[in-house]
């Protein structure tokens, strides 16, 4: 029952930071103009780089609020690493501060290609963005130990609050107030520091008072969680280069404005893998207490159903997105330039991923035993491949260029690499997950986007564009949906 109350408010939780951003960031760019929308995109590139200096501490944290819930004194062990993970959090931010205000004016002077916006004030803009992030980065790791405990609800509480003031507040600022893009990012960071405050208390707080300690470095405790800390750290950090090598490349090969159409598309695309994020979110703490308790054969079931309801709505989200891509940007902005240069780039990267949301749901398996070297050895293999591609691609054939190369990877991924893991941990398993499980999730969807295209291409009017790309995408996804048993069979009650 707590995992369907998690993930019910996991995806409320989502949807609406989604639809807040569906609604709000077209006005950004009309009332900021596109070149300082490409500062805005550049504020979530640096936020995905900060993942870098993680060392995969927050999901780790995660893990071990989870144990602690089931282990006998759990959370005495649990308060100290939480302080200590802190510590190191604190210095991470404070030497990444200084970073950000030290080299400001060389990013804003030699990096960027700035066409109208004064340099100075771009200089400004990207020390508040370099702050802003590492006060975000603090804030993932208070976070990340509320999800293990499974107060998962109140996580999403916050997430909508503080989502209505980033958005909401930052349009009323820019469209009524001042359309200046430096008072913007100082907002950002006033809005940063609440969401700081407001998860570190509420964390410490669910700690019981009598298993709390000193506050100090725990150097035994954090020992004990580096081999895992330091997998995911190791896979999170290749992680962060595959996914943005191409964003940190382009966003000196595009001009500013054409980087903010590109980090339009990154948020689309992006958005697949945040439909997937909630359920996983959900999952991750039972599958982890399940490998605990030795209960494998419901760890297999709830890993095999997670997988079909995460493909259901992934995969019907990409064909959706890619199917339909320019004509979904025009609908979604009203720039039609935006949309053209968009049309193709964003058809590659949402198929790549979707495949993506899919492919590395193998990653909770292996997360759920504590065992990473197939994960470490996996991403190694990937990123070994796949950067240099991108980085190739991105050089010489541009925005296209590198999402093609996204898909093709991300194909050769998740056809060689998934039956591999899979079958270390239980033979034969892939099969059934793979023909069984996902084949018919898959299909259906791709059939209903694909027969329902001539409706869109005949519609010109945002409107009617809106209502068919809704409709469309909502039986995409029922289709999907009846296709898993678990989901039939509960129907059929309700039903009968």
């Known amino acids: 029952?707590?995992?369907?109350?998690?993930?019910?408010?996991?995806?409320?939780?989502?949807?609406?930071?989604?639809?807040?951003?569906?609604?709000?960031?077209?006005?950004?760019?009309?009332?900021?103009?596109?070149?300082?929308?490409?500062?805005?995109?550049?504020?979530?590139?640096?936020?995905?780089?900060?993942?870098?200096?993680?060392?995969?501490?927050?999901?780790?944290?995660?893990?071990?609020?989870?144990?602690?819930?089931?282990?006998?004194s759990g959370f005495n062990k649990f308060y100290k690493i939480l302080v200590s993970?802190?510590?190191?959090?604190?210095?991470?931010?404070?030497?990444?501060?200084?970073?950000?205000?030290?080299?400001?004016?060389?990013l804003a002077t030699s990096w960027l290609n700035i066409e109208k916006i004064n340099t100075d004030v771009v200089g400004t803009c990207i020390a508040l963005i370099f702050i802003s992030a590492v006060v975000r980065f603090q804030t993932s790791l208070y976070r990340s130990g509320i999800m293990g405990l499974e107060h998962q609800i109140y996580v999403n509480k916050v997430d909508v609050f503080v989502v209505s003031l980033r958005f909401i507040g930052g349009l009323f600022l820019v469209a009524i107030i001042t359309s200046d893009i430096i008072y913007f990012f100082v907002y950002q960071l006033v809005i940063a520091c609440v969401e700081l405050?407001?998860?570190?208390?509420?964390?410490?707080?669910?700690?019981?008072?009598?298993?709390?300690?000193?506050?100090?470095?725990y150097r035994a405790n954090v020992s004990s969680t580096l081999p895992f800390a330091m997998g995911v750290a190791y896979t999170a950090s290749i992680w962060v280069l595959v996914t943005q090598v191409?964003?940190?490349?382009?966003?000196?090969?595009?001009?500013?404005?054409?980087?903010?159409?590109?980090?339009?598309?990154?948020?689309?695309?992006?958005?697949?893998?945040?439909?997937?994020?909630?359920?996983?979110?959900?999952?991750?703490?039972?599958?982890?207490?399940?490998?605990?308790?030795?209960?494998?054969?419901?760890?297999?079931?709830?890993?095999?159903?997670?997988?079909?309801?995460?493909?259901?709505?992934?995969?019907?989200?990409?064909?959706?997105?890619?199917?339909?891509?320019?004509?979904?940007?025009?609908?979604?902005?009203?720039?039609?330039?935006?949309?053209?240069?968009?049309?193709?780039?964003?058809?590659?990267?949402?198929?790549?991923n979707g495949l993506l949301a899919v492919g590395t749901f193998q990653y909770y398996l292996q997360f759920a035993y504590g065992k990473l070297k197939l994960h470490v050895l996996g991403a190694t293999i990937s990123a070994s491949i796949q950067i240099p591609i991108i980085a190739f691609a991105a050089i010489d054939y541009g925005a296209v260029g590198a999402a093609k190369a996204w898909f093709g990877v991300r194909l050769?991924?998740?056809?060689?690499?998934?039956?591999?893991?899979?079958?270390?941990?239980?033979?034969?398993?892939?099969?059934?997950?793979?023909?069984?499980?996902?084949?018919?999730?898959?299909?259906?969807?791709?059939?209903?986007?694909?027969?329902?295209?001539?409706?869109?291409?005949?519609?010109?009017?945002?409107?009617?564009?809106?209502?068919l790309i809704t409709a469309i995408s909502f039986v995409s996804l029922s289709f999907s949906l009846v296709a898993i048993p678990k989901v039939r069979n509960r129907l059929k009650g309700w039903l009968f």
């Open 1 to 72: 029952m707590t995992i369907t109350k998690n993930a019910i408010a996991n995806y409320v939780g989502k949807f609406y930071v989604i639809f807040i951003g569906i609604v709000i960031l077209p006005l950004y760019m009309s009332y900021l103009g596109d070149e300082a929308y490409g500062l805005v995109g550049l504020f979530t590139v640096v936020q995905s780089w900060m993942q870098l200096l993680n060392m995969g501490l927050s999901p780790t944290l995660g893990r071990e609020a989870a144990k602690a819930k089931v282990l006998q």
């Open 85 to 106: 993970y802190e510590l190191i959090f604190l210095v991470i931010t404070l030497v990444v501060s200084l970073a950000g205000i030290s080299l400001y004016d060389w």
């Open 197 to 217: 405050v407001v998860f570190r208390t509420k964390l410490f707080c669910l700690v019981p008072t009598k298993e709390k300690s000193n506050y100090k470095f």
């Open 246 to 352: 191409d964003k940190a490349i382009l966003s000196s090969v595009l001009t500013l404005s054409e980087f903010g159409y590109y980090t339009l598309v990154a948020l689309i695309v992006g958005g697949i893998l945040q439909l997937s994020q909630p359920l996983a979110e959900a999952l991750r703490p039972r599958l982890t207490a399940l490998a605990e308790q030795g209960a494998e054969e419901e760890l297999y079931r709830l890993y095999l159903f997670g997988t079909q309801l995460v493909a259901a709505i992934t995969l019907s989200a990409s064909f959706v997105i890619a199917f339909n891509s320019k004509a979904l940007v025009f609908m979604w902005t009203g720039n039609e330039t935006a949309a053209s240069w968009a049309e193709e780039v964003l058809f590659w990267f949402a198929l790549g």
């Open 412 to 467: 050769l991924f998740f056809l060689c690499w998934t039956p591999i893991v899979h079958a270390k941990f239980r033979q034969g398993f892939h099969k059934v997950w793979l023909l069984k499980g996902l084949l018919l999730v898959a299909v259906l969807p791709l059939l209903v986007v694909l027969f329902s295209r001539p409706l869109l291409a005949s519609s010109i009017v945002r409107i009617d564009q809106l209502v």
